[in-house]
């Protein structure tokens, strides 16, 4: 498709890439035209790398791109947090040219790869585009009654220093550097449930937790988690339950690599498998 064309986005493509997404069955922040104003000037305001393909002056393709350093084996990396196409330019190449887009981005800026994580009934296309998966994880609920965390102290939100230094141990469903931003920089929409994240840290600073809340649901938070890797994972999910009994929550949703999930079963943790994640990634040369 030589017609589309590939550019950074502006506010005033907000109404395009609102028509993009219209007509989802599940709903998004992008799917109702006040909010996606929203969340693409809050997605420029903070350097995400906001992108729309058009063709004839209709917005017909979106992709959002997060630049970040987090420690090996991620290293300096490009990140697609989303890619959607209109219903009516799927299977035209649409796609294949947002990922390009990412993947000149990426080399521009010394990236090692190209990230993402696709939904299952996307893998297909992501193969096709030169997509590996590079990381298998679990998704697992924690019961929480009873943890503790001596040693760990609140925090008013996580710094951004961590990202670049410590492992991204538990939550990885974006980048390091995006769920750092989902968690302290996140949008704030008046008249709906503004969410708190709350945090804590290690007393050697060498591990840092928070609670990412979604909209009201406030019985299982996700745990996003960065710590050295010396860290036993079981540490982490204490403190991580601490905070959220302080905010009524029973239950913890991790996101960990497959091969930790047996370290919370032997340290005694009430541990139910809901789901896997796949991280994938590209070269960008």
């Not at 609102?18 to 809050?42: F, G, M, Q």
């Not at 410590?166 to 920089?185: A, F, K, T």
């Not at 009994?245 to 009430?270: K, V």
């Amino acid at each position: 498709m030589s017609e589309v064309i590939v550019r950074p986005a502006t506010l005033g493509d907000v109404p395009g890439i609102n028509e993009i997404y219209r007509h989802d069955a599940e709903p998004s922040p992008w799917s109702k035209l006040e909010e996606c104003t929203i969340v693409i000037n809050h997605r420029l305001l903070t350097g995400i790398k906001v992108f729309v393909a058009e063709y004839n002056g209709r917005i017909v393709g979106h992709a959002d791109y997060v630049i970040g350093c987090e420690p090996q084996p991620f290293g300096k990396t490009v990140h697609l947090s989303v890619l959607q196409v209109h219903p009516s330019f799927r299977h035209r190449g649409v796609g294949w040219l947002l990922i390009r887009e990412g993947a000149k981005l990426g080399k521009e800026n010394g990236c090692s790869m190209l990230t993402t994580q696709p939904a299952d009934e996307a893998k297909g296309f992501y193969e096709r585009c030169g997509f590996r998966c590079f990381l298998e994880q679990v998704k697992v609920l924690v019961r929480i009654e009873g943890t503790n965390w001596s040693g760990w102290r609140r925090v008013a939100n996580v710094p951004h220093w961590v990202v670049g230094r410590l492992p991204l141990r538990i939550g990885r469903v974006q980048s390091s550097e995006d769920m750092w931003l989902m968690c302290n920089r996140g949008v704030r929409i008046a008249g709906r449930f503004e969410p708190v994240h709350p945090a804590a840290r290690s007393a050697d600073s060498k591990a840092f937790v928070q609670l990412r809340y979604i909209d009201s649901n406030r019985s299982a938070p996700l745990v996003v988690a960065w710590a050295d890797r010396q860290v036993p994972l079981e540490d982490l999910v204490s403190a991580a339950g601490t905070l959220g009994q302080g905010r009524g929550s029973t239950s913890l949703s991790c996101i960990i690599p497959t091969y930790e999930m047996a370290s919370l079963i032997t340290a005694g943790f009430d541990v139910i498998e809901t789901g896997r994640v796949e991280f994938w990634s590209l070269d960008p040369t």
